[in-house]
């Protein structure tokens, strides 16, 4: 089944404690993104990504930092997550830079204490 | 950057009612997409669609790109119809960023 999964799906962490959320896509796509999504503000871009060893910033990449090692996986860091950054996250995929239609996956929501 | 505006923010229709949904933007776009937010939170894109129009069952959706708004129809609305739809859209000459615009939040009832 085509699809993007994300890991984990809840995430309960403390100030300062670096995490990783995983991003996986099986369906060969070139291009991949992150969005966070915050009541009022709609969804918006942290960082996206438009093929291997390729990234670049979205809106609101402060604090976070990604890897794009091989074309499946996109994994977003925080290396010290704070308060501000308790939010859903998404992972999306398409298959060219942008132009064609987004799949997402389900959703990371993210409590940052 | 570009400015994408939904309206009507909230609605609330009976299940059968249609209803249409709307969405401006401030600049040219190559790319507009419009996706459903179910209660649970799952994002589904119904049509990429950066201009003219497309149907899918009993959905469609138009967007007219030198006037710079889309249109998302709902017919027969039904209560799995219920949760957030999204307008999308990538401004003309920018690489790979979609701005979303807030969200219309729908609940149809019985």
């Known amino acids: 089944e085509a699809q993007v999964t994300q890991n984990p799906r809840y995430l309960i962490t403390v100030t300062g404690k670096k995490l990783t959320v995983t991003c996986s896509q099986n369906?060969?796509?070139?291009?991949m993104s992150w969005y966070r999504q915050d009541p009022g503000l709609g969804l918006r871009q942290i960082y996206y990504?438009?093929?291997?060893?390729?990234?670049d910033k979205g809106d609101v990449p402060e604090g976070y930092k990604v890897s794009r090692k091989e074309k499946r996986n996109f994994p977003l860091i925080l290396e010290s997550p704070s308060p501000n950054q308790t939010s859903l996250y998404f992972c999306?995929?398409?298959?060219?830079?942008?132009?064609?239609?987004?799949?997402f996956g389900p959703g990371t929501r993210l409590t940052v204490l | 950057g570009i400015q994408v505006e939904q309206s009507p923010p909230d609605l609330i229709l009976q299940e059968g009612a249609n209803s249409t949904l709307r969405c401006n933007f401030s600049?040219?776009?190559?790319?507009l997409q419009w996706f459903h937010q179910n209660p649970w939170g799952q994002l589904i894109n119904l049509f990429y669609?950066?201009?003219g129009t497309k149907q899918n069952g009993r959905l469609s959706a138009t967007t007219v790109a030198t006037e710079r708004y889309s249109l998302l129809y709902i017919s027969s609305s039904q209560t799995t119809d219920s949760g957030v739809y999204f307008c999308?859209?990538?401004?003309?000459?920018?690489?790979?960023?979609?701005?979303f615009g807030t969200g219309t939040r729908l609940q149809v009832t019985l």
């Open positions: 999306a995929s398409s298959l060219w830079q942008g132009t064609d239609t987004q799949y």
């Open positions: 369906m060969n796509h070139e291009y």
């Open positions: 990504s438009m093929n291997v060893e390729v990234t």
């Open positions: 600049d040219s776009v190559n790319n």
């Open positions: 669609i950066p201009s």
């Open positions: 999308a859209v990538e401004r003309l000459g920018t690489a790979s960023k979609l701005t």
